[in-house]
């Protein structure tokens, strides 16, 4: 057998990528040339746009057909829109799309979507209002989404394979007026990773107005694909409406270990009951409202994420943030956390970065017996200050273990098409994460600890000490 040479397996440079040089475009089937973009209106066909609710036998307002149509034709699309909502008292109904089926966003590349500001109200009680399948490069616009389903408002989640024959969502932007779930146990916004990996991509909404949850991302138990290195933008994520356990975001479930590198700013709105009177045509507040004990702002399930979040209104203690056990590595930046947070993590090295200065409010734990530690299970940074030395003969200080740097490795989508990719769940030998001291404490020293450090000491006397969180 030969020595087979770099060339003989490896394809040049220039050849890695398909060539468009010799790339034409298709002949419309009609001899004539095609308009360059779709337009979908509010009276269309009837009023001059192509498609529209007059269009034939349609179910979505004839933006289904509309949608179809230009991925036949390799169109862009503009959805138009107007002005809508309450009007001296009155709904405005001249702006809206009604579905009766599921829309459903083909695969695509290279494609945009575009509109004016719209409302689509989806009539079913069941299936999400709206389906978004693969897509690659491509750019979204959508207006108000209302739904009263116990499904999610929004699916994204790639089911077909299109994009370069991938099955994945990839370097696209999405942009959404607002998701409204009028449903208990529905979804505002959901990326799902069950069949194809949701990455790198932008993600913006001005509102979500959910009854259930607002922000959802699941890779189902970690069984999924990576939801990866995303930007998502929720300037209010309004709950006001709910009564029941709403969820602001819910990062994963129980066994997630595909949702990580998202960057996730938004802020969090507990539920009020706010509600419609029908008669006086305004927004109403019940007397005496209760919070629901089940209301998180957010459920946090995934590693290695970062969060921008801002709190408002009351919740139980411990619901403005939840680190659920598989959580780990996650990074908090909090302009504020009126009700608390609570730290279920087998790993507790979560951060949470305030806006403001935690210090002394930090509880200080009892100094544990000798030769036993104590683990520092809040999100902060944390300086042991000792107040009286005792006797102490030894000390240290161990880290938790700490998680692959090179999980993941890459996230290319040939590589993540082959199937969900786990961590390592070996973990370093814990004396390479340790360091002790032959020695005792003087008063006025601070020992610094990091989220999910352990503290152990030796002695025939106890010392005193009180915690600071410092940032």
Same mark, same amino acid.
């Given at each position: 057998?030969?020595?087979?040479?770099?060339?003989?397996?490896?394809?040049?440079?220039?050849?890695?990528?398909?060539?468009?040089?010799?790339?034409?475009?298709?002949?419309?089937?009609?001899?004539?040339?095609?308009?360059?973009?779709?337009?979908?209106?509010?009276?269309?066909?009837?009023?001059?746009?192509?498609?529209?609710?007059?269009?034939?036998?349609?179910?979505?307002?004839?933006?289904?057909?509309?949608?179809?149509?230009?991925?036949?034709?390799?169109?862009?699309?503009?959805?138009? &829109?107007?002005? &809508?909502?309450?009007?001296?008292?009155?709904?405005?109904?001249?702006?809206?799309?009604?579905?009766?089926?599921?829309? $459903?966003?083909?695969?695509?590349?290279?494609? +945009?979507?575009?509109?004016? @500001?719209?409302?689509?109200?989806?009539?079913?009680?069941? &299936?999400?209002?709206?389906?978004?399948?693969?897509?690659?490069?491509?750019?979204?616009?959508?207006?108000?989404?209302?739904?009263?389903?116990?499904?999610?408002?929004?699916?994204?989640?790639?089911?077909?394979?299109?994009?370069?024959?991938?099955?994945?969502?990839?370097?696209?932007?999405? !942009?959404?007026? %607002?998701?409204?779930?009028?449903?208990?146990?529905?979804?505002?916004?959901?990326?799902?990773?069950?069949?194809?990996?949701?990455?790198?991509? $932008?993600?913006?909404? /001005?509102?979500? @107005?959910?009854?259930?949850? %607002?922000?959802?991302?699941?890779?189902?138990?970690?069984?999924?694909?990576?939801?990866?290195?995303?930007?998502?933008?929720? %300037?209010?994520?309004?709950?006001?409406?709910?009564?029941?356990?709403?969820?602001?975001?819910?990062?994963g479930e129980e &066994?997630?270990?595909?949702?990580?590198?998202?960057?996730?700013?938004?802020?969090?709105?507990?539920?009020?009951?706010?509600?419609?009177?029908? !008669?006086?045509?305004?927004?109403?507040?019940? !007397?005496?409202?209760?919070?629901?004990?089940?209301?998180?702002?957010?459920?946090?399930?995934?590693?290695k994420n970062e969060?921008?979040?801002?709190?408002?209104?009351? +919740? !139980?203690?411990?619901?403005?943030?939840?680190?659920?056990?598989?959580?780990?590595?996650?990074?908090?930046? %909090?302009? @504020?956390?009126?009700?608390?947070?609570?730290?279920?993590?087998?790993?507790?090295? @979560?951060?949470?970065?305030?806006?403001?200065?935690?210090?002394?409010?930090?509880?200080?734990?009892?100094?544990?017996?000798?030769?036993?530690?104590?683990?520092?299970?809040?999100?902060?940074?944390?300086?042991?200050?000792?107040?009286?030395?005792?006797?102490?003969?030894?000390?240290?200080?161990?880290?938790?273990g700490a998680a692959?740097?090179?999980?993941?490795?890459?996230? /290319?989508?040939?590589?993540?098409?082959?199937?969900?990719?786990?961590?390592?769940?070996?973990?370093?030998?814990?004396?390479?994460?340790?360091?002790?001291?032959?020695?005792?404490?003087?008063?006025?020293?601070?020992? /610094?600890?990091?989220?999910?450090? $352990?503290?152990?000491? /030796?002695?025939? $006397?106890?010392?005193?000490?009180?915690?600071?969180?410092?940032?």
């Amino acid at each position: 057998m030969g020595i087979q040479t770099r060339n003989s397996w490896m394809p040049k440079t220039h050849e890695n990528l398909p060539s468009m040089a010799a790339a034409k475009p298709k002949k419309p089937k009609t001899g004539r040339s095609l308009k360059g973009w779709v337009n979908i209106t509010l009276n269309g066909p009837d009023d001059g746009g192509d498609f529209g609710p007059n269009t034939k036998g349609t179910m979505t307002g004839g933006i289904q057909e509309g949608l179809d149509y230009a991925h036949a034709n390799f169109r862009d699309v503009y959805i138009w &829109g107007g002005r &809508g909502g309450l009007d001296a008292k009155r709904l405005v109904a001249e702006n809206v799309y009604h579905l009766k089926e599921t829309l $459903r966003i083909p695969w695509s590349q290279d494609f +945009r979507m575009d509109s004016g @500001n719209y409302v689509m109200n989806y009539e079913r009680k069941t &299936g999400p209002a709206v389906h978004i399948d693969s897509q690659m490069s491509c750019k979204y616009k959508f207006g108000l989404i209302v739904s009263e389903s116990k499904d999610p408002v929004v699916s994204v989640r790639p089911e077909n394979a299109g994009p370069d024959n991938f099955r994945a969502i990839v370097t696209s932007d999405f !942009e959404f007026v %607002a998701p409204v779930c009028m449903h208990p146990d529905g979804a505002g916004l959901v990326l799902d990773s069950s069949k194809g990996p949701v990455m790198h991509s $932008r993600f913006f909404s /001005t509102e979500i @107005n959910s009854y259930g949850i %607002a922000l959802q991302l699941t890779d189902h138990a970690g069984e999924g694909r990576w939801i990866a290195n995303n930007w998502i933008h929720v %300037a209010m994520g309004n709950q006001y409406h709910a009564v029941g356990d709403a969820i602001g975001i819910k990062l994963g479930e129980e &066994g997630s270990d595909q949702i990580v590198h998202n960057r996730i700013d938004m802020s969090l709105h507990a539920p009020r009951g706010a509600y419609f009177d029908s !008669e006086t045509k305004t927004y109403k507040l019940p !007397e005496n409202f209760v919070p629901p004990r089940g209301s998180i702002g957010a459920d946090i399930f995934g590693q290695k994420n970062e969060l921008s979040l801002v709190f408002y209104g009351k +919740r !139980e203690p411990g619901k403005d943030i939840v680190f659920e056990e598989g959580s780990r590595d996650n990074v908090v930046r %909090a302009f @504020n956390l009126p009700n608390g947070y609570t730290n279920k993590a087998r790993v507790p090295n @979560n951060r949470i970065i305030t806006s403001w200065d935690v210090g002394f409010d930090v509880p200080t734990p009892p100094v544990p017996d000798s030769g036993r530690g104590v683990v520092n299970t809040t999100p902060y940074t944390i300086q042991a200050m000792i107040v009286s030395p005792g006797a102490v003969s030894q000390w240290s200080i161990t880290e938790p273990g700490a998680a692959s740097q090179a999980f993941p490795r890459n996230t /290319t989508i040939a590589d993540t098409v082959r199937g969900p990719q786990h961590p390592e769940k070996v973990q370093p030998s814990l004396d390479s994460r340790s360091q002790s001291f032959d020695s005792g404490f003087i008063v006025g020293q601070s020992i /610094t600890l990091q989220p999910g450090d $352990r503290l152990l000491f /030796t002695y025939s $006397r106890p010392p005193s000490w009180r915690w600071r969180a410092v940032r």
